[in-house]
């Protein structure tokens, strides 16, 4: 299930990325705008029971309506990603962190819990033959087949596919090692659904920046195309540009500086040694960050005082 991939700020910068994976010749894309395509957008999850926020889905918006101001055909219409595909990809995913655990020699107990369940399924996954290429093959006809349409059913189809990314903000960062397998594999599926099925069709997809969300986090679109477009729609890149509010900014690595808050003013103590011959040992009243390191027995203790 995992891709390689390129991050890039223009068309041209994503050319010469793709043009070093392939190990081949740079092609700088042509500008010709005015070509247009004929565009899908589809906001329905293909995980039943997730469904895109409003600030997702008004960014899908606000691209739709630049697509169709620079002359492209926008329509409405669904993918098709079957039960069968989508086990298929949890198949994957599972078999997928087996395999790299065995690879590595991984130790399995020393593995996080959740990881290690992962890993688990994988190997069970794997001894009944549920990873079958087949089902990805028959998804890729599939999903070529919708992208071309048919002259029988006199189904025009679609140049490229647009749809969101994530449902939602970032989930909540909170140890989610120390949670369960299901509790994490519930959490990533219902966050992200609209982007792995694509990989395991093997169709590109890009995703594209679409403005900020109220809180400051990133809003992306995602547009997926077939193996062998129908015409050449890479020249179209002032659209692209134009249609994606952010694109083409240098991304940065460094978050926006925040103001440190001042300190709390240090509270004076004093320690004031007091002998105990009757008992060995340290023993501390206070706070117990305060305690020594040291265990060794000793007659005298330290008390803070004001403490008990």
């Not at 997809?205 to 900020?212: I, S, T």
């Amino acid at each position: 299930m995992a891709e390689n991939g390129a991050l890039a700020t223009t068309v041209a910068d994503l050319a010469v990325a793709h043009a070093v994976l392939a190990d081949g010749v740079v092609a700088e894309p042509v500008d010709d705008d005015g070509a247009a395509l004929v565009i899908a957008v589809s906001t329905r999850s293909p995980v039943p029971g997730t469904r895109l926020d409003a600030e997702g889905r008004a960014a899908v918006e606000a691209v739709v309506e630049q697509l169709r101001a620079l002359g492209h055909t926008v329509v409405r219409r669904d993918p098709p990603v079957p039960t069968a595909a989508a086990l298929a990809v949890l198949a994957r995913w599972v078999a997928g962190a087996a395999d790299d655990a065995e690879h590595l020699g991984a130790d399995r107990h020393a593995l996080e819990p959740r990881t290690r369940t992962h890993a688990r399924l994988g190997r069970l996954v794997r001894r009944l033959g549920l990873v079958r290429p087949a089902t990805a093959a028959a998804f890729r006809e599939r999903s070529t087949a919708w992208f071309a349409g048919s002259a029988e059913s006199a189904d025009p189809g679609v140049d490229v596919l647009l749809t969101p990314v994530v449902t939602g903000p970032p989930l909540a960062a909170r140890p989610w090692h120390e949670r369960g397998w299901l509790a994490n594999v519930t959490a990533n599926a219902r966050w992200a659904p609209w982007t792995s099925a694509w990989n395991m069709a093997g169709l590109p997809a890009l995703v594209l920046p679409a403005g900020r969300r109220a809180g400051g986090t990133p809003l992306a679109v995602q547009f997926v195309g077939p193996r062998v477009p129908r015409r050449d729609y890479s020249g179209s890149r002032q659209s692209w540009s134009a249609a994606i509010p952010g694109a083409g900014t240098p991304p940065s690595s460094t978050p926006p500086a925040r103001a440190e808050p001042s300190p709390a003013p240090a509270r004076q103590l004093r320690l004031r040694p007091r002998q105990r011959p009757h008992r060995q040992g340290p023993l501390w009243t206070g706070s117990s960050s305060a305690a020594p390191a040291s265990t060794t027995s000793r007659t005298s203790t330290w008390t803070c005082p004001g403490t008990r």
